[in-house]
């Protein structure tokens, strides 16, 4: 019979000392995205529809194309660190780790071109 102590028995199944950080990263960027979804609503909805020509010109105005890539950059963020809470809770091993890294990589990725064809079409 082993005999263990319940700090023992702790090991390895408790805090990875990023918890706090993690959770208050979500909660920065939930508030960011309360006020910027409305606005990326609205000044997109706007422009819906449009001739090509008109949606062109309509982002190359700053305060259109500044929400839109605020917006694409803070949701990917969010993204990506709600979904890196998902994982980790569901997927476990190996996979775990190579299921972060791809979903990372995916959500970054997705950010840069986003960010990279709203700033194009701006300039």
Do not use: N
Not at 22 to 40: C, D, K, N, Y
Not at 65 to 73: D, E, F, K, N, Y
Not at 102 to 110: D, E, F, K, V
């Amino acid at each position: 019979m082993a005999f263990l102590t319940d700090r023992k028995r702790a090991v390895g199944m408790g805090s990875a000392k990023s918890g706090t950080a993690h959770h208050w990263h979500m909660i920065v960027t939930s508030v960011a995205l309360v006020g910027l979804i409305p606005l990326f609503v609205f000044t997109f909805g706007a422009i819906l529809g449009s001739p090509y020509a008109e949606v062109i010109a309509y982002y190359q105005r700053p305060f259109p194309a500044i929400v839109a890539v605020l917006t694409m950059g803070v949701g990917f963020l969010h993204f990506s660190k709600g979904v890196q809470t998902l994982i980790e809770d569901y997927v476990h091993g190996l996979a775990r780790k190579a299921a972060i890294i791809g979903m990372i990589c995916l959500s970054y990725t997705a950010a840069a071109v986003a960010i990279f064809a709203i700033v194009r079409i701006a300039l």
